[in-house]
């Protein structure tokens, strides 16, 4: 069974940056593909991000060449660095995983951006 607890976010105004980060628990973390959903209101649930044991990274359209996923195998950790946010990145925030055992979520954290 993973654990998996978000943080980091908030909010900021257009143009500016934050980083999240998803803390997880279990022993096989290191081998885990990790991603990061986003859902806004009155839209389904969007996959953002994507990193493999072996750190190898997926990006939707939407957010390539401003957010980029990373990973600590030793803090058992996935991060979400953001940067030039947009209004249209406004959503919950979600990590997620999965293993033979099922799939996992975190419980969100909210990113608004405004001015």
């Known amino acids: 069974q993973v654990q998996l607890v978000e943080s980091g976010g908030g909010l900021v105004q257009p143009g500016g940056s934050l980083r999240l980060s998803c803390a997880a628990s279990g022993s096989i973390f290191n081998f885990l593909v990790m991603d990061w959903y986003r859902q806004a209101p009155e839209k389904e649930r969007e996959l953002v991000a994507t990193?493999?044991?072996?750190?190898?990274?997926n990006y939707a359209d939407s957010v390539k060449g401003r957010f980029t996923i990373s990973r600590d195998n030793a803090k058992k950790t996935v991060y979400l660095q953001m940067s030039s946010l947009k209004p249209e990145d406004t959503a919950v925030y979600y990590c997620?995983?999965?293993?033979?055992?099922?799939?996992?979520w975190g419980q969100g954290t909210q990113v608004t951006v405004s001015s």
């Open positions: 990193i493999t044991g072996s750190a190898s990274t």
């Open positions: 997620s995983t999965r293993t033979l055992g099922g799939t996992y």
